[in-house]
């Protein structure tokens, strides 16, 4: 079994990893974007993909969902790619992201 060092703050248990296609416009302003989400708290991992124009991320869902992610990207000008399978992704992020939320929060109520 493989043992990985994650960052402060990040639990295995709700690690998610996001992968998300950026356009091709967005390459002159990514690097400061990247450097600022690689800076929030929850996060394990950011890299970006020029030659896919692709984002790939690991983060603690119980501490940042895809949309802090998004509003980093969009403070530095990234557009997210506009076609329906990203959409679709995205949708289907927020959705996991707060069922993860929503779980850390629920107490159990099994006294097995």
């Given at each position: 079994m493989s043992h990985h060092d994650h960052r402060p703050g990040v639990s295995q248990a709700s690690l998610v990893t996001r992968s998300l296609k950026v356009t091709s416009e967005a390459s002159r302003y990514i690097a400061a974007a990247v450097t600022e989400i690689d800076a929030l708290s929850g996060l394990d991992g950011v890299?970006?993909?020029p030659q896919h124009h692709?984002?790939?991320?690991?983060?603690?869902?119980?501490?940042?969902?895809?949309?802090?992610?998004?509003?980093?990207?969009a403070r530095h000008g990234?557009?997210?790619g506009a076609g329906r399978w990203n959409r679709i992704k995205e949708d289907y992020y927020r959705f996991i992201d707060q069922n993860v939320k929503d779980n850390a929060r629920q107490k159990p109520w099994s006294c097995h």
């Open positions: 890299t970006y993909d692709k984002l790939h991320l690991a983060y603690d869902a119980k501490r940042l969902c895809i949309d802090d992610i998004e509003a980093v990207l990234v557009d997210i």
